[in-house]
């Protein structure tokens, strides 16, 4: 049978399920990576787990978001992350080292393998052949310890690209054009597959830019072959043999297909506060500038970056604008430093910064009061900067960089010639900040400072739920949202009662005392609940607070993995017109609820307030109901004897 790339790669990473779309599937992992601001986490669940050493091929501990050390928090996590990976045998990347996911597309990506990350844009990998898909970091932890992640088979997606890309069009562009089409939500329950040949024509760096950004579209994940451009970036990477084929079978069938004619787009910006809010950047209007931002897993590639180097040569970044450029990598920073780009982005004015993800999930850079910046990242949810009031657009580097120079979003269509970058024969790697962890059976001591705390575990479902609607939002609730992150509340990812005091705190800043006075309750939410990033913290903090269940009318695939880890329910409204039914602080009751969660597919929800029933979806394989009804995957676990290994 012909096959998609997908299809290929699963069917040799099956271990249960049938390959049909929407059916529950498990596959085998090959690879892992964990953040810090995550892997704090993931490490205390993978230690409760009881595994002398890791059962993957591979997996690589990566710190990169928690790098202001402006207390001894980010400093105690780093230690405990670095002992905690040397004892179980997991490569430790230091701080400086980069960002996860250019890190791992340079040093350990492999095409045809499984990665499993505890971040949203881990589908980077797939710009060169690799099933790479984001998920809570206690999925990755049982992954580390060798068992199985389990998803609901996507649907396959072709996305033809036809033609070629027009001078000053990038890959930021092309998935910008996607998501302007698509939607945030357009992507759920499906593998995005780049063919045509446009695919062909595409760099491994933009490649890996448009696959980093399918999360936002909400995809499981996103591929591009693996051909003779992957093969000489491995080679050039000084990992040739790594390499193996990759395509779709010829006149194999998809299950959708969207063409984009490449020659037809034009330099595109993402306007506040949403990545699919996209427009051209020449229809924009006059939009002046405080702050440009490059850099991020999204754009901070060498190609990146010395296309805005060959911009701003012998040119001045606007008086008005503070422009900060921060490498995605230590290997593209020591690139560009041995090119010479390095001195011409200083002497341009730029302001440089640390490798790692720094202004992207705010630790550093927030822009001035209701300050205007632009940036080549991914995500420009409200208030994610740090400034409540910014007003943040995304774009390609290549607008960033001309906008830098004129002060205010410029198509750079009107600027000139475009600059010519050629993928280097060899980049230059010394991996001196990665830490190999030593053979096993060493006396190791796992550091833990007073930053760690224990996180808290969930409990098996009573018999009868009730609680008050304490809180009801509408459509894309992100994560940032549910647990905000910035650089004053980043460093307590491992402390949970601390965090959760400022859960949903830029939608009601009064929810957390409301949910502890009350002993815990309900949350009722629109489309898309949870959208965004794989932070297991906004499933976590709403647990610590009593939150037993959120009724929403759809939710996004990692968070509502998220919320079953951690026991609590994630129920649908069976017709979508009842979330009108559901008033803030309204009484609710669902009755007899442990016998039904085990078989039922539809709960009935008292309102005890307007004495209206309505009916919720427990739509939930045999799995996710064993799960809730032993109270979170490590009780799961636990009971099960450990975890089967894969
Ligand atoms: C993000 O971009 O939102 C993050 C910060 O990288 C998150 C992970 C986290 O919250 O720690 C993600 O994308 O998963
Ligand atoms: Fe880091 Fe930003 Fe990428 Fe998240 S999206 S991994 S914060 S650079």
Redesign the pocket.
Same mark, same amino acid.
């Given at each position: 049978m012909k096959q998609t790339m997908t299809a290929k790669i699963i069917s040799e990473h099956l271990v249960s399920g049938k390959m049909t779309a929407g059916e529950e599937i498990g596959i085998r992992i090959d690879q892992t990576l964990t953040?810090d601001?995550t892997g704090t986490m993931a490490y205390l669940q993978l230690e409760a787990m009881n595994i002398p050493r890791v059962k993957t091929k591979l997996s690589v501990a990566y710190i /990169? %978001?928690n790098t202001l050390q402006t207390g001894y928090e980010n400093a105690d996590d780093h230690l405990y992350i670095q002992t905690v990976a040397a004892k179980h045998g997991i490569v430790f990347s230091k701080p400086g080292n980069g960002?996860? %996911?250019q890190v791992n597309l340079e040093r350990f990506g492999r095409p045809g393998w499984t990665l499993l990350g505890s /971040?949203? %844009?881990t589908p980077t990998g797939g710009g060169i052949g690799m099933l790479a898909i984001g998920a809570g970091g206690l999925d990755v932890a049982v992954a580390m310890a060798g068992g199985a992640y389990y998803l609901k088979m996507p649907k396959v997606c072709r996305v033809e690209l036809k033609g070629k890309l027009p001078a000053w069009v990038s890959g930021k562009d092309i998935i910008l054009e996607l998501l302007r089409r698509l939607t945030v939500k357009g992507g759920t329950g499906r593998v995005f597959e780049y063919t045509g040949e446009g695919a062909a024509s595409l760099s491994v760096p933009e490649r890996a830019t448009i696959t980093?950004m399918g999360a936002e579209l909400g995809a499981t994940t996103s591929l591009f072959a693996s051909d003779e451009k992957t093969r000489e970036f491995l080679a050039a990477q000084g990992r040739e043999d790594a390499w193996i084929p990759l395509a779709p079978d010829e006149g194999v069938v998809y299950d959708e297909t969207v063409v984009i004619d490449l020659s037809e787009l034009k330099p595109l910006v993402a306007k506040p506060h949403s990545p699919d809010n996209v427009s051209p950047a020449a229809e924009l209007g006059d939009i002046e500038l405080d702050q440009v931002a490059i850099?991020?897993?999204?754009n901070?590639s060498y190609l990146d970056l010395l296309k805005v180097a060959k911009i701003l040569e012998g040119k001045q970044v606007h008086p008005r604008v503070s422009l900060v450029i921060a490498p995605g990598s230590r290997q593209v920073l020591g690139m560009l430093s041995d090119c010479g780009a390095l001195s011409i982005l200083l002497r341009a004015g730029a302001r440089i910064l640390e490798c790692?993800?720094?202004p992207?999930?705010g630790m550093g850079q927030s822009p001035k009061s209701g300050g205007v910046s632009l940036r080549t990242?991914?995500?420009n949810f409200e208030g994610r900067s740090g400034t409540p009031d910014a007003k943040v657009y995304l774009a390609s580097p290549e607008v960033a960089a001309v906008s830098a120079i004129t002060g205010r979003i410029t198509d750079p269509y009107t600027y000139g010639e475009p600059p010519v970058v050629a993928m280097p024969q060899q980049f230059i790697s010394d991996d001196n900040l990665l830490v190999f962890p030593p053979e096993a059976g060493q006396a190791i001591t796992v550091v833990r400072g007073p930053n760690i705390k224990p996180f808290p575990l969930a409990k098996p479902p009573a018999e009868t739920l009730t609680g008050q609607a304490l809180l009801k939002v509408g459509d894309n609730i992100t994560t940032d949202h549910i647990m905000p992150s910035h650089a004053s509340l980043l460093p307590y990812r491992s402390n949970i009662p601390h965090l959760a005091r400022y859960c949903f705190s830029g939608v009601d800043a009064s929810f957390p005392e409301r949910a502890l006075a009350q002993g815990g309750g309900l949350i009722v939410a629109g489309n898309n609940y949870g959208q965004g990033?794989s932070r297991e913290h906004a499933a976590l903090a709403p647990l610590y607070l009593g939150i037993k269940a959120v009724i929403a009318q759809s939710f996004a695939r990692i968070h509502r993995a998220n919320l079953i880890n951690f026991g609590i329910l994630p129920l649908l409204f069976a017709d979508a017109a009842d979330y009108e039914g559901i008033h803030l602080d309204d009484k609710l009751e669902i009755g007899g609820l442990r016998s039904q969660l085990q078989t039922a597919d539809t709960l009935l929800v008292s309102n005890l307030t307007t004495g209206r029933e309505i009916a919720v979806k427990w739509e939930a394989t045999e799995r996710e109901r064993a799960i809730i009804l032993a109270g979170g995957l490590l009780n799961y676990t636990r009971n099960a004897g450990g975890v089967t290994h894969a």
């Open positions: 953040q601001s /990169d %978001h960002i996860c %996911h /971040d949203s %844009h980093n850099g991020s897993c999204t901070s790692a993800c720094g992207c999930i990242f991914n995500r990033s």
